[in-house]
């Protein structure tokens, strides 16, 4: 029987008091992995992700870091190798998102959503992989966003800073690549965290929207984009990088009709469309 799939490595994971990041923490430390929890402001949540892996059984601990500041980055590595010998999978998780359209937003609500969601990938990667060349290699994770692949109304800086993460998540792959480096990139679609899930619990209107749109018929879980990081972070998937992963229960497969015209979609699930004649 095969054992814990991230046995003996040591992964730093951003953004984990919550939602994705965290389930990815709880994930990696179930499957192996020494695991650091890295936040900023919410940093009684962090501390109670690390009570929970430990709870669990698990190692962890935790650092607070602003991935879109040099030094907290750098300290942030250096407090993983410090504590556990080495680092061998960096999941860049952390996101922020001021919206508006670029007339509207603010200069500094542009920078602080590139500082937060795509200068840290730049950061990310250039603390952590010397570290992970001296033990043979590593893998890194982006989680990105299909708003990286389509948007939204007023998400100019969010979708654009999404975007970048694709193309430089096939850049880091490409110049590492012989060196022993993966980097491979997911674009989660609606995943509701724990707030999300109780919110449309108590709003059967919006629960229905949000199932309505999914191909799949349910709306995405935090686990459900851990798995596909866990999968990017393990052996399994040696020979993957430079890659883009959708999580997204099928959204980005749709046509805008199927998407706004609830009528479309009832009678498309039915299988009554048929086409027209020209």
Same mark, same amino acid.
């Given at each position: 029987?095969?054992?814990?799939?991230?046995?003996?490595?040591?992964?730093?994971? *951003?953004?984990?008091?919550?939602?994705?990041?965290?389930?990815?923490?709880?994930?990696?430390?179930?499957?192996?992995?020494?695991?650091?929890?890295?936040?900023?402001?919410?940093?009684?949540?962090?501390?109670?992700?690390?009570?929970?892996?430990?709870?669990?059984?698990?190692?962890?601990?935790?650092?607070?870091?602003?991935?879109?500041?040099?030094?907290?980055?750098?300290?942030?590595?250096?407090? =993983?190798?410090?504590?556990?010998?080495?680092?061998?999978?960096?999941?860049?998780?952390?996101?922020?998102?001021?919206?508006?359209?670029?007339?509207?937003?603010?200069?500094?609500?542009?920078?602080?959503?590139?500082?937060?969601?795509?200068?840290?990938?730049?950061?990310?990667?250039?603390?952590?992989?010397?570290?992970?060349?001296?033990?043979?290699?590593?893998?890194?994770?982006?989680?990105?966003?299909?708003?990286?692949?389509?948007?939204?109304?007023?998400?100019?800086?969010?979708?654009?800073?999404?975007?970048?993460?694709?193309?430089?998540?096939?850049?880091?792959?490409?110049?590492?690549?012989?060196?022993?480096?993966? =980097?491979?990139?997911? =674009?989660?679609?609606?995943?509701?965290?724990?707030?999300?899930?109780?919110?449309?619990?108590?709003?059967?209107?919006?629960?229905?929207?949000?199932?309505?749109?999914?191909?799949?018929?349910?709306?995405?879980?935090?686990?459900?984009?851990?798995?596909?990081?866990?999968?990017?972070?393990?052996?399994?998937?040696?020979?993957? *990088?430079?890659?883009?992963?959708?999580?997204?229960?099928?959204?980005?497969?749709?046509?805008?009709?199927?998407?706004?015209?609830?009528?479309?979609?009832?009678?498309?699930?039915?299988?009554?469309?048929?086409?027209?004649?020209?």
């Amino acid at each position: 029987m095969a054992g814990p799939r991230l046995a003996g490595k040591v992964a730093i994971i *951003t953004g984990s008091a919550s939602g994705i990041g965290r389930a990815s923490a709880r994930l990696f430390a179930r499957e192996g992995a020494k695991v650091v929890v890295v936040t900023d402001k919410r940093v009684a949540l962090g501390e109670e992700t690390v009570r929970m892996i430990e709870a669990d059984g698990g190692v962890a601990t935790f650092v607070q870091a602003d991935v879109g500041v040099g030094a907290d980055i750098k300290r942030m590595v250096q407090h =993983c190798v410090d504590t556990y010998g080495r680092l061998d999978v960096l999941v860049n998780n952390a996101a922020t998102a001021r919206l508006g359209g670029v007339v509207e937003l603010a200069e500094e609500d542009w920078d602080r959503t590139q500082d937060v969601c795509l200068k840290q990938v730049y950061l990310g990667a250039k603390y952590a992989i010397p570290e992970m060349l001296k033990t043979g290699g590593g893998s890194i994770v982006n989680i990105s966003s299909v708003n990286g692949i389509i948007t939204n109304p007023h998400f100019a800086a969010y979708s654009a800073a999404k975007a970048g993460m694709l193309g430089l998540t096939r850049s880091i792959a490409l110049d590492y690549g012989l060196k022993g480096i993966r =980097c491979n990139v997911i =674009c989660p679609g609606f995943i509701a965290n724990e707030r999300g899930a109780q919110r449309l619990a108590e709003d059967p209107q919006e629960m229905w929207a949000m199932t309505e749109m999914q191909p799949i018929g349910r709306y995405g879980v935090p686990d459900d984009v851990a798995y596909m990081a866990l999968y990017l972070a393990s052996d399994e998937s040696s020979y993957v *990088t430079g890659a883009t992963f959708v999580v997204d229960g099928g959204l980005t497969t749709q046509s805008p009709e199927a998407l706004v015209r609830p009528s479309f979609r009832r009678r498309w699930r039915k299988g009554i469309l048929v086409q027209q004649e020209e």
